[in-house]
């Protein structure tokens, strides 16, 4: 089975910079497309980014000019390169990942796997 853990979250200055991390384990399973989403308290999940297994990226409009998404398939790594950080950032941020199970007799695809959260809080 696939796991993902998340790190890099933590407390920063509002127009500051963190990196996440978020690297996929485990036996038996190829990945696809992974993200990033963020929840705030009281606020419903919401997409972050998002790239392909060929590097095609897309991002949520309140951070296309500020966060940069990319990936090491060799490592099954994804990156969130956040810049600028505003006080409205602070959330949750969660890994998703698309997978595939490989079993010794057949494949399972469209296996979503979550991360445990990493929380981020921007300071004003």
């Known amino acids: 089975q696939v796991q993902l853990v998340e790190s890099g979250g933590g407390l920063v200055q509002a127009g500051g910079s963190l990196r996440l991390s978020c690297a996929a384990s485990?036996?038996?399973?190829?990945?696809?497309?992974m993200g990033w989403y963020r929840q705030a308290p009281g606020k419903q999940r919401e997409l972050v980014a998002r790239?392909?297994?060929?590097?095609?990226?897309n991002y949520a409009d309140s951070v296309k000019d500020r966060f940069t998404i990319s990936r090491d398939n060799a490592k099954d790594t994804v990156y969130l390169q956040m810049n600028s950080l505003r006080p409205e950032d602070t959330a949750v941020y969660y890994c998703?990942?698309?997978?595939?199970?490989?079993?010794?007799?057949?494949?399972?695809?469209?296996?979503?796997?979550w991360g445990q959260g990493t929380l981020v809080t921007v300071s004003s």
């Open positions: 485990g036996s038996g399973f190829s990945i696809n497309a």
């Open positions: 998703n990942a698309d997978s595939t199970r490989w079993y010794w007799d057949r494949i399972e695809r469209g296996v979503e796997v």
């Open positions: 790239i392909t297994s060929d590097g095609s990226t």
